[in-house]
């Protein structure tokens, strides 16, 4: 990327932020699905300051251990730690490591960079929890040392234990409460569920707002759907919604691009026209206010269908936006972000789509 990155440094000029790096990510044979995600939770400030913070406290000389979360922090630290403000990076330790954790990973097939992103966050809470747990049975660790990951009050009413709330659970997580309310008592039953992302239907000519007010609107179980109700002691018909009960500081909202069809007993790409806003207000919520978002990542995928074709990254950085293409980074005006919102009619050439978004929250940052 040379003559790419000495363009990028010319084209920023005075403006290139102080302290950060804009580096390219080596493909190695289809691993675009995985450099995407990368840059974009790169570019998840919090996220990547808590990820150094976590190696740069936790790495001990001679470790043998080496596992997804060790991999990506040493990752970021090289990035972060260059001396030049751009280049490429080659994340073979990384990709091998994922390659090794996860058979779906090893070939080198189109993988679809949802999947990636929902595989590598569980596996670093895993790790994380794994790490907590084997802390909290080790007698010679300060009491200080033991929460140092999460829950200050492990146990809680009796036995019953708190789940460990690690920082990506921090970033990441959200609460939804779904509600069901039996028409016949009118008895309201609600379930809390987590979610590290949201995965929304989507529509032609929609937003994602109304995806949003899809997502939590109501539904009606009747017939062979009948819900069975505690209070009643029977199956009855009711009405279900969805509710964010608790939104996250990082939203992270997955469209639902592909789609099987029966008759044809495959998935097919649907390249609908899905606005998404640099700024979102999210009403759909159980909090009195509305909560705002400000877009800083889009995983976009290009091509025309789901076992072939492309993913590149947009991100939002120091108010510029960027496009991150393997090992090509190049500046983008804003207003470019709007051409990735899918196609308005299903014959077109173009086959850029927004995939997966990164909202991250104004009141989190200070600036609502």
Known sequence: MG???????????DQFPEGERYFGLENYG????CNSVLQALYFCVPFREQLLDYYANNKKPGDAEENI??????LFTQINSQKKK????APRRFVQRVKKQNEIFRGYMHQDAHEFLNFLLNELVDILEKESNAVKSSPETSPSEKIANGSKNPEANGLKKEPLVTWVHKNFQGILTNETRCLRCETVTARDETFLDLSLDIEQNSSITSCLKNFSSTETLHAEDKFFCDKCCSLQEAQKRMKIKKPPQVLVI????????EH????????YRVVFPLELKLSNTMEDTDSEY???AVVVHVGTGPNHGHYVSLVKSHDHWLCFDDDNVEMIDESAVQTFFGSANEYTNNTDHGYI???ESLAANGKS
Do not use: P, Q, W
Not at 3 to 13: D, M, N, T, V
Not at 69 to 74: E, G, I, K, P, Y
């Open 30 to 33: 289809n691993t675009c699905y």
């Open 264 to 271: 044809l007993s495959r998935y097919k790409k649907l390249s």
């Open 3 to 13: 003559a790419a990155g000495s363009r990028l440094e010319k084209a920023l000029g």
């Open 69 to 74: 979360l060790t991999c990506l922090a040493d």
């Open 294 to 296: 400000s877009l800083f």
């Open 357 to 359: 978004l990164f909202y």
């Open 254 to 261: 997955h469209l639902k691009r592909f789609k099987y069809i």
């Open 86 to 89: 751009t280049g490429v990076i």
